[in-house]
């Protein structure tokens, strides 16, 4: 009788654990699934926002200011954000004075600034001894036309800029937005610009950032005539040529996915080709502030 007792005692614990195996699998499968749809969505969203600034109607185009545009997509919530990489400030071509304004903008001392400043125009120099580059006045290097192999810059990646003498985490953190090596332009766009890269252009003030503000929220793509003299020797309004797309996916429940991409497109050449210059998955900052706070 005991025998007995003791075989059902390790049937029925074995019936628990195949079953708490089974629940656990069933939920890996399920989180599986809803990780993929929320992917799905997410890529989804990178689509819909080229589609949005191809849109052969001009006055509906979407707009590559930083702007949130909140779409539905197979039942879930998309954030999606364009920003034009024309309206950041390029480390393989903008003047060391737009570079210095930026890093003052972010509060870094003169010695700080002197030496990041210094090691980007040791890096230009000797990368342009070995290969030389022609530089394009259009900024439209990622054209048919205008190819040029990033690896022959001096910083292929913005996330190179943490190799120089004096860059910080935190200032890494503060400038990493506002910086490019896509445009290929020593001007900003000051259509598309950030306030803090506005900004950072020698001479500007507060005042000339809220009037190109108010002039982008009119619906203007141009500046005046007196504003653009101001700033004409840092910021030149253009057409866009590369933008940086993010498009977060999220539930009810919480559960997100954000998809990055780098695109190469011409809203005013509608037969060249949309090419994805960088497609990844940017790193949680939210969790990331969260450790730095632990």
């Known amino acids: 009788m005991i025998l007995v007792i003791w075989v059902l005692a390790l049937l029925a614990l074995l019936g628990a654990e195949v079953a708490t195996d089974s629940r656990s699998a069933a939920v890996v499968s399920r989180n599986r699934v809803d990780l993929a749809q929320l992917q799905a969505s997410a890529d989804a969203g990178i689509t819909l926002a080229v589609m949005g600034l191809l849109d052969p109607v001009?006055?509906?185009?979407?707009?590559?200011?930083?702007r949130v545009y909140d779409r539905q997509y197979a039942g879930q919530q998309?954030?999606?954000?364009?920003?034009?990489?024309?309206?950041k400030i390029d480390v393989n071509a903008a003047s060391k004075e737009l570079i210095a304004g930026l890093l003052n903008e972010f509060g870094a001392d003169r010695h700080q600034q002197a030496s990041i400043i210094q090691a980007i125009l040791d890096?230009?120099?000797?990368?342009?001894s070995i290969v030389p580059v022609v530089p394009s006045n259009t900024g439209r290097i990622f054209g048919q036309a205008h190819a040029i192999n990033l690896a022959k810059l001096a910083f292929a990646d913005v996330s190179e800029l943490r190799l120089l003498p004096g860059m910080t985490r935190a200032l890494y953190a503060r400038?990493?937005?506002?910086?490019?090596?896509?445009?290929?332009?020593?001007?900003?766009?000051?259509?598309t610009a950030s306030r803090q890269t506005l900004l950072a252009i020698p001479g500007a003030g507060p005042g000339d950032a809220d009037a190109v503000t108010a002039a982008r929220g009119g619906g203007a793509t141009q500046l005046d005539a007196e504003e653009a003299s101001k700033l004409a020797l840092y910021?030149?309004?253009?057409?866009?040529?590369?933008?940086?797309?993010?498009?977060?996916?999220?539930?009810?429940?919480?559960?997100?996915?954000?998809?990055?991409?780098?695109?190469?497109?011409?809203?005013?050449?509608?037969?060249?080709?949309?090419?994805?210059?960088?497609?990844?998955?940017?790193?949680?900052?939210?969790?990331?502030n969260e450790m730095a706070q632990r």
Not at 58 to 66: E, F, H, I, K, S
Not at 175 to 191: A, D, F, H, K, W
Not at 255 to 276: G, H, K, M, Q
């Open 58 to 66: 001009v006055a509906a185009r979407w707009q590559a200011d930083g």
């Open 78 to 87: 998309l954030a999606i954000t364009i920003a034009d990489e024309g309206g």
């Open 123 to 128: 890096r230009r120099a000797q990368f342009a």
């Open 175 to 191: 400038l990493e937005p506002e910086v490019t090596v896509y445009s290929q332009n020593p001007t900003i766009n000051p259509m």
């Open 235 to 288: 910021a030149r309004a253009d057409t866009l040529h590369v933008v940086t797309i993010t498009a977060r996916a999220g539930r009810v429940d919480g559960a997100s996915f954000t998809r990055r991409a780098v695109v190469a497109v011409s809203p005013d050449r509608p037969l060249e080709w949309t090419r994805i210059l960088r497609w990844e998955q940017p790193p949680d900052l939210s969790a990331s």
